[in-house]
């Protein structure tokens, strides 16, 4: 490449924008995702009888808005403050991450959907490890998520508080597993568990 061909590198309050408008465009395409899921499982649960249906959960991100850089030293929205340009950066990662992991997470329930013999509840899986929501109990994440006991063992810190995989912070659990309330407590409401408290 050419020296007359090297892009010229953005200034701080250029890259600060363009940087916050990623973080924009990732939450929109993320909660495009939440909601085809959430479609997804509206739509799998029209077939069945009405004491095995669950009502879907849909937790949307809140979409950011452009905010103007202030070049104060202690302002969290200062462009030349390497720290804060850091974390912007580590949050539009992190929002595409999510991003992909939707699609994957949505491609899954689409495949269960249509498969042979035909699943009970194929929208119910572990979105780790995509264990079978009636193999194993599956509970589901204040962030929106489904997760397996064993896979909580493997994400909860030393503090006891469990770091969704899918969005990587520390969450808590909504309610137990559908499947097991139909089975072993029918009628009843799933007990709200505190952050960090595991269904027993």
Request: proline share 8%; glycine share 4%; aromatic share 8%.
């Amino acid at each position: 490449m050419s020296p007359s061909t090297i892009p010229t590198p953005l200034d701080p309050i250029s890259e600060w924008r363009a940087w916050q408008t990623f973080t924009i465009i990732y939450t929109i395409l993320l909660n495009r995702q939440i909601r085809r899921r959430w479609l997804l499982e509206q739509k799998s649960m029209q077939d069945r009888p009405l004491r095995e249906r669950f009502r879907p959960v849909i937790f949307l991100e809140p979409v950011p808005t452009l905010q103007k850089p202030n070049t104060n030293k202690e302002a969290t929205s200062n462009p030349f403050n390497k720290s804060t340009m850091d974390k912007l950066r580590t949050k539009a990662a992190l929002l595409r991450a999510r991003v992909e992991k939707g699609k994957e997470l949505a491609s899954e329930i689409e495949r269960r959907m249509v498969q042979y013999p035909p699943i009970r509840f194929p929208t119910h899986f572990c979105h780790t490890c995509v264990s079978d929501g009636e193999r194993v109990e599956v509970l589901l994440t204040t962030c929106g998520h489904r997760v397996c006991r064993t896979c909580i063992q493997y994400g909860v810190d030393e503090d006891g508080v469990y770091e969704c995989s899918i969005c990587f912070v520390p969450t808590g659990f909504v309610a137990r597993s559908p499947l097991v309330l139909v089975k072993d407590c029918p009628g009843e409401v799933a007990p709200i568990l505190r952050k960090g408290e595991v269904a027993m």
